[in-house]
């Protein structure tokens, strides 16, 4: 009987393509690059956030600084008209969601808040730091820096900001992912190419 060799181009056009070895490879290498590139994504993104929270933290303090002198002449004179304006300027400022200034006997000069915000990130309280939400400010007579005459207290949205910042970084995520697997297709072709191809 005669005897029929296969030769190998034939064997390889019967191998399916999930069952090649380069087909392997790159599922494999794109698996592990998206995994890599989740785990570390999520890791940078808490460091990140753990940052932007002490530069939000700094900002507020700043912008509180800049109206700090003006929020002390208004409670040693009761002046509410410049307090007024004063808790206006602050609010300049999106993520600041209460203000007020009261005189050296607790008496309010002036106040403002925004309406309540509902969020969706209620789940990051634990990653925030909920006593740096509040500030209480001591005023002081400009050339005595022991007498108090008044306060500010002022409290900051970190939710709001913390949403802006998570929106950012999403995109960044999905740039990261997309470019892994982008990476790990172009590997997979190029070791199918120089050693999967050759040695079949």
Request: hydrophobic share 45%; net charge positive; glycine share 6%.
């Amino acid at each position: 009987y005669p005897i029929y060799v296969r030769m190998p181009g034939e064997i390889m056009d019967t191998i399916k393509l999930s069952k090649r070895l380069f087909f392997k490879q790159t599922r494999n290498a794109i698996l592990v690059a998206l995994s890599l590139g989740v785990i570390l994504s999520i890791g940078q993104i808490f460091f990140d956030f753990r940052v932007e929270q002490k530069r939000i933290d700094r900002t507020v303090r700043q912008v509180i600084n800049t109206a700090k002198e003006s929020a002390s002449q208004a409670a040693y004179n009761l002046n509410t008209e410049l307090a007024n304006r004063v808790i206006n300027g602050l609010f300049e400022y999106d993520p600041i969601h209460f203000a007020q200034i009261n005189d050296d006997f607790g008496r309010q000069l002036a106040m403002r808040e925004r309406p309540a915000v509902t969020h969706n990130l209620e789940w990051l309280g634990p990653f925030m730091d909920a006593g740096s939400n509040y500030y209480r400010v001591p005023l002081y007579i400009q050339e005595d820096q022991e007498t108090i005459i008044g306060e500010m207290r002022v409290q900051v949205d970190r939710f709001l900001i913390a949403q802006n910042f998570l929106h950012r970084a999403g995109f960044v995520v999905l740039l990261g992912i997309l470019r892994n697997t982008i990476l790990a297709i172009i590997f997979g072709f190029l070791f199918y190419f120089t050693l999967g191809r050759p040695f079949m």
